[in-house]
């Protein structure tokens, strides 16, 4: 029996390294890798229906793990060899309803 595994993805964490001169934050990108994380492209309907209601270009779907606590909205990751950007909000099941080892998802998009 086979069983799924997921890649390592390197999300970057904005930490607040400080202000401008108008008092406005200033945020630095930190790496970290997440192990286990799912990949998925979504499909051409999908990519259609999410440009029509968000005018982004989805590309892949991405699976957490249940027990991962990274805050994925709107971050930069980082698979395959290219650089990529969450959006949309982060969509998670109950826990204990979900089979497997994921059990919330975002979307990514192309970033440039």
Partial sequence: MM?????????????????DELRRPIYEEKPEVVE?????PVTAEDVVNEFNLTGKHAVYELAIPKDDEHVWTDRKVSFFGQDWRTFGPVI????????GAWNAKVKVEKYE
């Fill in 36 to 40: 286990n994380v799912l990949v998925s």
């Fill in 92 to 99: 998670r099941g109950i826990e204990e309803n979900i089979p």
């Fill in 3 to 19: 069983r799924i595994k997921g890649i390592a993805v390197t999300l970057y964490n904005k930490e607040k390294v400080g202000t």
